[in-house]
């Protein structure tokens, strides 16, 4: 059985930095692209970040210039580097693996990641 497993979250000042982790277990990971989405309070799940097994990497606006993504296919894992945080980005955050293909997709079970003062 695939799990994701998210690590990484917790309450940050604004304009502070967190590092969020994704680490999964099962043989799946060099070929998937992985993501990074977010759900707040009363809104839709939304892209923030994907990274192809490639290595090519799609932002949403709103993360552009302050989050990085990235995998590490040797230790299964996938990475989310924030900074300048901004209390919008209150959200729980949630790791996705993609074979963009007919494969059923994988989700972690999230994380919270709260900005505040």
């Known amino acids: 059985q695939v799990q994701l497993v998210e690590s990484g979250g917790g309450l940050v000042q604004p304009g502070g930095s967190l590092r969020l982790s994704c680490a999964a277990s099962?043989?799946?990971?060099?070929?998937?692209?992985l993501g990074w989405y977010r759900q707040a309070p009363g809104k839709q799940r939304e892209l923030v970040a994907t990274?192809?097994?490639?290595?090519?990497?799609n932002y949403a606006d709103s993360v552009k210039g302050r989050f990085t993504i990235s995998r590490d296919n040797a230790r299964n894992t996938v990475y989310l580097q924030m900074n300048s945080l901004k209390p919008e980005d209150t959200a729980v955050y949630y790791c996705?693996?993609?074979?963009?293909?007919?494969?059923?997709?994988?989700w972690g079970q999230g994380t919270q990641v709260t900005v505040s003062s």
């Open positions: 996705n693996a993609d074979s963009l293909s007919i494969l059923p997709e994988y």
């Open positions: 099962g043989r799946i990971f060099s070929g998937y692209r």
């Open positions: 990274i192809t097994s490639a290595g090519f990497r």
